[in-house]
């Protein structure tokens, strides 16, 4: 089993506040990506980082791959309300997906 | 719009009754999955196939069995349901070969064991 663990576990923050979210693990994975899960719906993928050191944009969201390809971060700017719920990072390779433990993010209005 | 179907969102069944559930993806992938999603631990995976009729264990296989008689479809048997199974199950597909591939998820089924 390759485990990915998140941190934090839980978070709440008030609506404009900055958050940044981290997956590690001790494995090398060929890609990683970073989903978000809404209540009563499946994952739904948000970016994939395949270069040790990428940086990658997404609107407020920037995604970060470690160097060694272990581990990742996200950092919200600015967050929504729109932005609550679970942000599970997976390790890719072979043909196989590796979760994370899940951060659940709440932002209050 | 690509789909990963879940037969049920919901189901509720008794101690000791064999359980389906379905799977049914429209994308053509060769690689699906079976994944129980429980708070704290992420998601956790029980079966996968990367062929028809073709499966391997994943992290937890135990009380649970697979079936994948055609490419599209993906079935998940729990043999004799216990309470300790209640949990949200996750079925997910993707296309074989490809660095960049991403995992299709369906809405998910909230099983209830009593």
């Known amino acids: 089993t390759q485990l990915l663990e998140q941190s934090p576990q839980f978070l709440s923050i008030q609506e404009g506040e900055n958050l940044t979210v981290y997956c590690n693990s001790s494995?090398?994975?060929?890609?990683l990506q970073w989903y978000r899960q809404e209540p009563g719906e499946g994952p739904v993928l948000l970016v994939t980082v395949v270069t040790g050191g990428e940086v990658k944009k997404l609107k407020r969201l920037t995604f970060q791959f470690g160097d060694a390809r272990k581990d990742s971060s996200l950092h919200i700017t600015a967050a929504q309300p729109g932005d609550t719920g679970l942000y599970l990072c997976a390790g890719h390779t072979g043909n196989q997906f590796y979760f994370g433990t899940g951060t659940s993010l709440t932002v209050i209005p | 719009d690509v789909k990963v179907t879940q037969s049920s969102r919901y189901l509720v069944k008794r101690t000791g009754e064999k359980v389906f559930l379905e799977c049914v993806q429209d994308m053509d992938h060769e690689n699906m999955f079976w994944y129980r999603q429980d708070p704290g631990l992420g998601l956790r995976l029980i079966y996968f196939s990367y062929d028809v009729k073709m499966k391997e264990k994943g992290d937890i296989p135990e009380g649970y069995s697979v079936s994948r008689e055609k490419k599209e479809r993906f079935s998940l048997i729990l043999e004799s349901a216990s309470t300790n199974q209640t949990s949200m199950y996750l079925c997910a597909s993707s296309q074989a070969g490809r660095w960049d591939t991403e995992a299709f998820f369906g809405q998910g089924t909230r099983l209830t064991v009593v």
């Open positions: 494995s090398v994975f060929s890609s």
